[in-house]
């Protein structure tokens, strides 16, 4: 380790000597040479910017073509006639004369009850008519020999009068007999219970052997008239306007299978309800179907669409092709340089997947449909699909 050298007596030590300070040429000399360096080293790395690529996209051409205006709603199905079969009669089931799920006719005979108390019944009340038609034969001729006397003098006044009384009174007996045999054979003709309308059968409440009890609310089988069929369904209190508007120019009804994409079924409107349900605020309608293969069935829920006309030249795109932003509904549409720009459109209504364009659009444009997430106004584009606007 050295030792520090002793400094004379009063001398002071030596201050340490300042940095050497550049000259401001030297300085500007630096700084441009590291400006030169960093744009070498940038040239040599990359050399110029590569232009953004192409976005790949799908289009269609904005098509005119009749577009109907239509209203959507969600439907039931429910028979033109509906009977639910009961008995009128007390018996016991002896014959069931169908199968449930059966097609019946109008008056075919269904349940039959034992008719034995009911012709039973019937006979009692031949017997009475008959003892009363002979009783009131009887006073009739009395009360008449009675007239005879009296003009004779040989019998009062009264014992005509009881004479008269008695014929008449049996004749009334006679009239009530005659409605207690009327309702007997009724009883016997409705122990065999009858179809009251022609469709098909429902489930069976009765078997052989049950007793049916008389007038009860519970149905012994429903028949359900499918041939035609209606669908009920309803429309917003504010589409009643335009439902009235088109009532008399015979919209048409159209159903939607639950599991295809084209309509199945075609019918007519046949009932517009006359006041709108305040506790819904909805319309009730019906539409009518022939239904000749029997596919729809009564409580079945059915996608339902009501046409009330037909725009003939309608501007039209794929519904995929409209977006919402900030500024409203809008579209990509393709330039002719293959540059993608932003336009605003005013969109009238949508028809499954087709948007009917009331402003924005002429026919001939050529609009994106996919790939819109990827864009931005000016960039350029690559067609990898293209399509007419849908029907």
Do not use: W
Request: glycine residues 8%; charged residues 25%.
């Amino acid at each position: 380790m050295t030792s520090p050298v002793p400094q004379p007596a009063g001398r002071p030590a030596p201050r340490p000597r300042p940095p050497v300070a550049l000259a401001p040429a030297l300085r500007l000399g630096l700084a441009l040479a590291v400006v030169a360096v960093i744009v070498v080293t940038a040239g040599c790395s990359g050399g110029r910017k590569p232009p953004a690529p192409r976005v790949s996209v799908a289009v269609a051409t904005v098509a005119e073509r009749p577009m109907p205006v239509a209203l959507t709603a969600t439907g039931t199905v429910e028979p033109i006639e509906e009977a639910k079969v009961g008995s009128q009669v007390g018996g016991v089931v002896t014959r069931v004369a169908f199968r449930e799920g059966d097609e019946v006719a109008a008056g075919q005979v269904l349940i039959e009850l034992d008719r034995r108390p009911f012709e039973a019944a019937l006979d009692q009340a031949l017997g009475a008519l008959a003892r009363d038609r002979a009783q009131a034969e009887n006073a009739r001729l009395e009360a008449e020999r009675a007239d005879k006397l009296l003009e004779r003098n040989l019998i009062p006044q009264s014992e005509r009068d009881q004479k008269r009384a008695n014929a008449a009174a049996y004749a009334a007996a006679m009239q009530a007999d005659s409605a207690a045999v009327a309702g007997a054979r009724l009883d016997l003709h409705y122990a065999s219970i009858r179809a009251p309308i022609a469709g098909r059968s429902g489930q069976l409440a009765v078997r052989t052997g049950d007793l049916v009890r008389a007038a009860t609310s519970e149905p012994l089988v429903t028949i359900n008239r499918i041939h035609p069929v209606r669908v009920r369904f309803t429309v917003p209190e504010s589409d009643v306007p335009l439902v009235q508007r088109y009532r008399g120019a015979a919209p048409r009804v159209q159903i939607r299978a639950g599991d295809g994409d084209s309509l199945d079924l075609e019918g007519r409107l046949v009932f517009v309800d006359n006041a709108v349900d305040p506790a819904s605020g909805t319309l009730l309608l019906k539409g009518e179907f022939a239904n000749r293969d029997g596919r729809l069935i009564p409580g079945q829920f059915v996608d339902v669409r009501l046409v009330l006309y037909v725009e003939p030249r309608a501007v039209t795109v794929p519904a995929p092709a409209v977006a919402t932003g900030q500024q409203g509904t809008y579209v990509y549409v393709v330039n002719p340089d293959s540059t993608a720009a932003t336009r605003t459109v005013e969109i009238a209504r949508v028809v499954d997947e087709t948007a009917v364009v009331r402003s924005g659009l002429k026919p001939g444009e050529t609009v994106i449909t996919d790939g819109q997430l990827r864009l931005s106004p000016g960039a350029r584009v690559t067609v990898r699909q293209a399509v007419a606007g849908r029907p």
